[in-house]
């Protein structure tokens, strides 16, 4: 999945969940705001790549467990 200039907003949700081995997302000038749950959800095996991102009054930014095998966070608020 990649992203580049996207904007999540008032999601009941997790805004992204990357999940399953080599499950990857790439996300380039995002933003998240208002998810009810986490911004970005990471697990079993899944990856993120985030530059230039986001996160704003969501519940958790970036939830990396269960596995997750890499996130990589540049430049994000």
Do not use: W
């Amino acid at each position: 999945c990649t992203m580049i200039d996207c904007r999540v907003e008032n999601y009941p949700e997790a805004g992204l969940l990357v999940c399953g081995e080599g499950a990857e997302a790439v996300l380039q000038g995002c933003s998240f705001r208002h998810c009810k749950l986490h911004a970005v959800e990471i697990r079993e095996g899944g990856s993120v790549h985030a530059s230039n991102t986001t996160i704003d009054s969501c519940r958790q930014g970036f939830s990396a467990y269960g596995g997750a095998k890499r996130v990589e966070l540049y430049g994000c608020t």
